[in-house]
């Protein structure tokens, strides 16, 4: 049976929730398999909008099984206020269950996070406080606080009794703020421990067994590949694998396990935060149109969103290290009425033309752009690829002749049947 690995090709944003929710309906297994509630996935049903920042997209099937997998750091108030607010919206979380070795967001993360970024001042990373790297720090420097802890209450005590005196000598001696009680936290989060502590399993043996008995299984990540720990625009990336490589690492599996890898990019490029973003639009009419059209404001943070055009550079660099077989395109629809879109294939950096993404991103660097003639037509509308305008069929077609790649599905709309299914030999294969 074919696994699946949904990701995301550009800075995040790309739509995956949506993508998410349409291959969860025929799954078995969701897998969630790294990062935190720093990001979240919208699910938009016709009068019903979902924000999931930590629960897999398959919760909002009764029959799939969703895990947050070893490789996520869950913060779990969180999480409980998540799975509360499901409940009250009538949506079945009894299949919600957790991974022993996750990591655990502390309160202590939160303030560290927001307390270096303070620090940093003009050189700040643009994070979202949610304590997501500090936590990721935490679990290499072999002091974190695993899922696992919350079921021994003597092992919990202790850690986090070493933790919070540590962390409260950073707070105090280097930051100069009031620390942090012990007490306050340690009964906050033994509720939280007794109230998740039916929904922690040993998730690398349910893995194994749901692909022994050949299960379909998704796996689900966040953030995207730009922000990837290893091969995003470092510094000004995320603190985990965003890549399918993550997918092994967070979840416990060989990579002989995957089969599909599935890439989603919008028609055009956003960014959250601060960071290099080459093909951005500043200060311009079209790039805040393609915000408003877009809804470009961050589901975490609220914050707006950088607008850009596509920048194939990038893209082909993420479909390679990501070993993308299928190329999903969304919010397609956001660039109707354009007169004019761009799409940046080559880039000039110290002088000379180059047709690759640099390890490190300058400011100065400039795009080559291609300009196509745009369309004026409504097309959330459309189902079938034939209808399509022509300079917008033109426009998917560069793409898919740039990366050598066949698009799967193309995404017109926030709703989760405004789709056009491009390739249907593969969809329905990878789909069956």
Known sequence: MPSNVIVGLQWGDEGKGKITDLFSKNSDYVIRYQGGNNSGHSIHIK??????????????????????????VIDPKYLIQEIKNLKLMDINTSKVFISKRAHITMPYHRLLDQYQE?????????????????????????????????????????????????????????????????DTIYQEYIEYAKYISDRIIDAVYDIHNAFKNKKKILFEGAQAMLLDINYGTYPYVSTSSASTGGVCVGSGIPPSFLTNFIGIAKAYCTRVGYGPFPTEIVENEVGNLIRKKGNEYGTTTKRPRRCGWLDLIALKYSCMINGINYLIITKLDVLSQLKIIKICVKYRFYGKIIQYFPAKIEKDIECIYIDFPGWEEDISHICEYEDLPKNCKKYVKFIEEYLKLKILLISVGSERNQNIIKNKSSFLKIFS
């Not at 029959?63 to 947050?68: A, G, L, Q, R, S």
């Open 118 to 182: 303070e620090f940093l001042e003009d050189q700040s990373i643009g994070t979202t406080h949610r304590g997501i790297g500090p936590t990721y720090e935490d679990k290499i420097a072999r002091i974190g606080i695993q899922v696992l802890d919350f079921l021994n209450p003597k092992n919990f005590y202790k850690k986090l009794k070493f933790n919070i005196d540590l962390k409260n000598k950073i707070i105090t001696k280097i930051y100069k703020k009031t620390a942090i009680s012990f």
């Open 47 to 72: 009068n019903n909008y979902f924000i999931l920042h930590l629960i897999p997209s398959g919760v909002i099937y009764p029959y799939v099984k969703c895990i947050i997998g070893p490789g996520v």
